[in-house]
């Protein structure tokens, strides 16, 4: 197993580091963070004209096919900024929903505008009485003549505020699993968005009141029967959130690293210190059992081995590392962590924000559990 990057992908990476250097500096990002958006468009120009949303949509409509690894270096070196937009959220993410769910038709409708940024699109889950996956699902649309109608609420979704359009997941069935996924536009009658307040970022509120969503706009052109389906999708774009979340805490632990050796007290740096040293090591730890469960699953999905574990516990400490770690960098850096023009906080929000997405731990666990009693 070699888990080292190729020079295509050292070459992506390098790109993308002298990106953030020349155009989204931390100072930047803290300016842009306190924005209703939360990134600029140059920052999503550049994103598209690259090719980072698209990395992952096949040539064939308009996107770079690349594989896992590959797309994964880029969006660890994103999330070191950690560079804002909803790169992941629309190029990623739905872009694999419309690839595993899709008509050939909705494939070409969509798919192209989504990898060239011309358009950007959000997926919807969850549900006031938060739970992830489809048990979640309490949305239930109505027919009326040829739409369907929508009423009700979803939270938690990122990059809701800025979508062009929203990938809804609603219930249409009484089974666990009969769930179907309708294209939203948001500037259908009906359709509000707000980007939720507090310590989040780019987490919105999608409102539906009376919403009218033609039946052709119903993602593989049936209800029910997709789930297996979304569940390949979101099993492929899983761990390019791994990555960002890695590179996240790599960041924070750099910080704290420079931070010990630049601080002195008592007359020595605070990096001599042992109970500085301890946090360090923690934060480590978290870092790098994150980045070796998400690179051993690229592996896998990139020589097409079953990662269906490993996906799910890449997830779980990806979400926990990100977590854990920004808290120890926080424990080196005392009082000037919390400081918003620093920068750490950045990441700390971040950590907090992407907890959650696609499934917090516990959920992620309870699918490993489930798998290993299935798996022979």
């Known amino acids: 197993m070699d888990l080292s990057l190729n020079d295509t992908q050292l070459m992506l990476k390098k790109t993308v580091e002298d990106f953030i250097v020349r155009d989204a500096n931390r100072d930047k990002l803290i300016e842009l963070q306190q924005t209703e958006r939360g990134y600029s468009d140059e920052i ?49 993410l ?75 997941a609603v219930r249409t069935g009484d089974g666990a699993d009969d769930i179907s996924l309708l294209m939203v536009d948001t500037k259908a009658a009906g359709v509000t968005t707000k980007k939720l307040n507090g310590f989040t970022t780019s987490e919105s509120e999608v409102t539906f009141n009376n919403v009218k969503v033609p039946k052709a706009n119903l993602l593989g052109g049936k ?25 996240g805490a790599q960041a924070a632990v750099d910080m704290a690293v420079q931070y010990s050796r630049d601080r002195v007290q008592f007359g020595r740096p605070i990096g001599r210190f042992q109970f500085v040293q301890n946090h360090i090591v923690q934060a480590v730890n978290h870092l790098d059992a994150a980045r070796w469960t998400t690179n051993e699953v690229l592996w896998k999905l990139d020589t097409g081995q079953d990662a269906r574990v490993g996906v799910h516990l890449a997830k779980t400490l990806a979400s926990e590392g990100y977590r854990k770690a920004c808290d120890y960098v926080h424990e080196v850096h005392a009082g000037l962590g919390i400081m918003r023009e620093y920068g750490l906080t950045l990441y700390t929000r971040g950590s907090r924000s992407l907890y959650a997405a696609l499934g917090e731990p516990r959920y992620h666990r309870r699918q490993i559990a489930n798998l290993i009693e299935t798996i022979e």
């Open 223 to 247: 209800a029910n029967g997709i789930k297996p389906a979304l569940d390949r999708a979101l099993m492929y774009a899983t761990p390019i959130l791994c990555a960002y979340k890695v590179g």
């Open 44 to 92: 999503w120009r550049t994103a598209s004209e690259l090719g980072w949303v698209g990395m992952m949509i096949p040539e064939q409509y308009g996107g770079g096919g690349s594989d896992f690894a590959t797309t994964a270096a880029v969006y660890e070196a994103l999330g070191k900024g950690p560079v804002p937009g909803p790169m992941f959220s629309s190029g990623i």
């Open 94 to 168: 739905c872009g694999q929903i419309i690839l595993q769910v899709g008509t050939e038709e909705q494939k070409k409708q969509y798919l192209p505008s989504i990898a060239s940024g011309d358009i950007v699109a959000a997926f919807a889950m969850t549900e006031p009485d938060y739970q992830w996956g489809s048990v979640g699902v309490r949305l239930r649309p109505t027919e009326s003549g040829s739409d369907y109608v929508l009423n009700g609420t979803k939270l938690f979704v990122y990059d809701g505020h800025v979508a062009d359009w929203v990938i809804t």
